[in-house]
């Protein structure tokens, strides 16, 4: 057998520009060398600016996201350990997304494991990483002997991606982050999927925004997403359905990390309720209930989460991960008496009185970048105190009483930009506009 050709990244760079598929072989050698880092970061960059205008077929797709999943350890669950399926839900982002960490104490609670591997911000979206990294003494980044642990006992726990689970993701995610490349549905495939197949999953539930604050600015573009990513993931062996939601505003009444931790809370405990919010997390959370096998249908899977935060199940479930993973054993209790906050607090009055007409979703988000709640490069670090709270939402009336949103800034100049920025991404009316679409538009299940 005749010796393997030397491996040179700048002709795979070169075959994937000039729009050739590559072979299985020169994928693997790839992202081998994005895990060994025998391929300099501008090679990776330049892979993936490449794929981001020439594509990747299904066949490339599956080959990737396996490649990218066995580039490190994969989890293997003892089922003899767990009293339930082990499943999980990835979102594609937006602004103020705080589904997940919602989510998994409220499936948790229905008698799932739920073993939620999340990535840091990426552009004008906030991170489930950033806003855990909020949390006191929270580790992010356990072994994977206390990962266990916590799912097996508790019932799920939330980390971020380590060196050992999908470590060419972990590399790849962050140069996409400030080379323009994010917006790519081969590679955004094989980033959620190499994690989720590392994770050992029984089943997946993906949630894919659209919208002008999500990275698929329009339907159709979420739309092929999510086909790509059920079939990748089932093409893999991994049971998947996803749901279409609307991300043309923000989610939920806040946008930054402490933030949101704290509207988790209010919500988790039932002093919180934005309509959307809740919308899609019950969505979201039936899916992940019926795939996984603990509910018949949607109607019954949607009565078990709602039972689960009356009572106060889904909220214990997010104390006790908290608690096992190192943070404060009463963050639910006394939310303030832990996250941070922001020195500086001002209201964004609107430039007129009236109803909000629409949202530029994406430049509130990069309001809150602006403030220091996002980065611009690769291992900035970020201010989890700042960000928006209050926000107002489609149809709201705003007036010199009622501001788009309150400011949390480390400064004045800061909070004077952001406001800035806030009024300007508001189009205000004179009278309500006409009813939005839902906020949950479809299901894909194949």
């Known amino acids: 057998m005749a010796d393997e050709q030397p491996f040179l990244p700048q002709e795979v760079i070169r075959a994937k520009r000039d729009g050739r598929p590559l072979t299985t072989s020169e994928i693997e050698r790839f992202v081998s060398g994005i895990t060994d880092g025998s391929v300099g970061d501008g090679q990776v960059a330049a892979f993936a600016m490449a794929v981001f205008f020439q594509g990747m077929d299904i066949d490339e797709r599956v080959t990737?996201?396996?490649?990218?999943?066995?580039?490190?350890?994969?989890?293997?669950?003892?089922?003899?350990?767990?009293?339930?399926?082990?499943?999980?839900?990835?979102?594609?982002?937006?602004v103020g997304d705080k589904v997940s960490l919602m989510l998994a104490p409220l499936v948790a609670a229905c008698g799932a494991h739920v073993p939620m591997i999340s990535g840091r911000g990426l552009g004008h979206t906030g991170g489930t990483f950033d806003k855990l990294e909020s949390i006191p003494g929270y580790k992010t980044k356990p072994d994977n002997s206390l990962f266990h642990k916590v799912v097996a006992e508790v019932g799920c726990a939330?980390?971020?991606?380590?060196?050992?689970?999908?470590?060419?993701?972990?590399?790849?995610?962050?140069?996409?982050?400030?080379?323009?490349?994010?917006?790519?549905?081969?590679?955004?495939?094989?980033?959620?999927?190499?994690?989720?197949l590392a994770a050992g999953l029984d089943a997946l539930v993906m949630d894919v925004t659209f919208g002008n604050g999500a990275f698929m600015s329009t339907y159709d573009q979420a739309e092929e997403l999510a086909h790509s990513i059920v079939a990748v993931a089932r093409g893999a062996g991994l049971?998947?359905?996803?749901?279409?939601?609307?991300?043309?505003?923000?989610?939920?009444y806040t946008a930054g990390n402490a933030l949101e931790v704290q509207e988790t809370i209010e919500w988790l405990v039932g002093d919180s309720d934005e309509p959307r919010l809740t919308e899609v997390v019950l969505a979201l959370g039936a899916e992940m209930l019926v795939l996984s096998g603990l509910a018949g249908?949607?109607?019954?899977?949607?009565?078990?989460?709602?039972?689960?935060?009356?009572?106060g199940s889904a909220a214990e479930k997010f104390q006790q991960m908290v608690s096992a993973l190192g943070g404060p054993a009463d963050l639910v209790d006394k939310p303030a008496a832990h996250l941070a906050s922001a020195p500086v607090n001002r209201p964004a009055a609107p430039q007129r009185d009236g109803y909000v007409q629409a949202v530029d979703t994406r430049a509130v988000g990069l309001a809150v970048v602006g403030l220091g709640g996002g980065r611009r490069n690769v291992g900035e670090d970020i201010d989890h105190a700042v960000g928006l709270s209050d926000v107002v939402g489609v149809g709201e009336r705003v007036d010199a009483e009622r501001p788009l949103a309150i400011v949390h800034a480390r400064n004045d100049a800061d909070a004077a930009a952001a406001i800035e920025a806030v009024r300007a991404a508001y189009s205000i009316g004179d009278d309500p506009p006409r009813q939005a679409g839902p906020v949950v538009a479809a299901r894909i299940t194949e």
Request: glycine share 8%.
């Open 64 to 94: 990737l996201t396996d490649a990218m999943s066995r580039s490190g350890d994969r989890m293997q669950w003892d089922h003899a350990d767990l009293h339930g399926p082990v499943v999980d839900k990835h979102s594609t982002g937006g």
């Open 158 to 196: 939330i980390i971020g991606q380590t060196s050992v689970l999908a470590p060419a993701d972990g590399r790849l995610y962050g140069i996409r982050d400030v080379t323009a490349t994010v917006e790519s549905i081969p590679l955004i495939t094989a980033s959620i999927l190499s994690k989720k």
């Open 239 to 252: 049971p998947t359905n996803a749901v279409l939601t609307d991300m043309n505003q923000v989610l939920g």
């Open 297 to 311: 249908d949607i109607e019954s899977a949607t009565a078990s989460l709602v039972a689960a935060r009356a009572d």
